[in-house]
């Protein structure tokens, strides 16, 4: 068992950057896929970054490449994610989950661990 707890959000103006950590419990973090994924009002939840066991692999929807990185810090059992110039459309909750395959990935269903999520809202 993984238990996740999300911090880091908040209502920002368009271009700022908000870093959001997760931090893990239970079982060795460093076996497990780390996930971000977010979801928007009246969206379905969506993948945005992943990092593999080591940190060494790392994956980003096109929708926030060259703008979000994912990290994380075995040592501290938390991943980060640094979001720069932030967009509106940015606004959403923001989950994190872990993989316990270990293997970075983009569809909800390979995580088995999720948090309750932390709120972003970027205003225009």
């Known amino acids: 068992q993984v238990q996740l707890v999300e911090s880091g959000g908040g209502l920002v103006q368009a271009g700022a950057s908000l870093r959001l950590s997760c931090a893990a419990s239970g079982r060795p973090f460093s076996s497990y896929a780390m996930g971000w994924f977010r979801q928007a009002p009246g969206k379905e939840r969506e993948f945005v970054a992943a990092?593999?066991?080591?940190?060494?692999?790392?994956y980003y929807a096109d929708s926030v490449k060259g703008r979000f990185t994912i990290s994380r810090d075995n040592a501290k059992n938390t991943v980060y994610l640094q979001m720069n110039n932030l967009k509106p459309e940015d606004t959403a909750v923001y989950y994190c989950a872990a993989a316990g395959g270990g293997i970075a990935d983009n569809t909800l269903s390979s995580y088995d661990y999720w948090g309750q999520g932390t709120h972003v809202t970027v205003s225009s």
């Open positions: 990092i593999n066991w080591s940190g060494r692999r790392t």
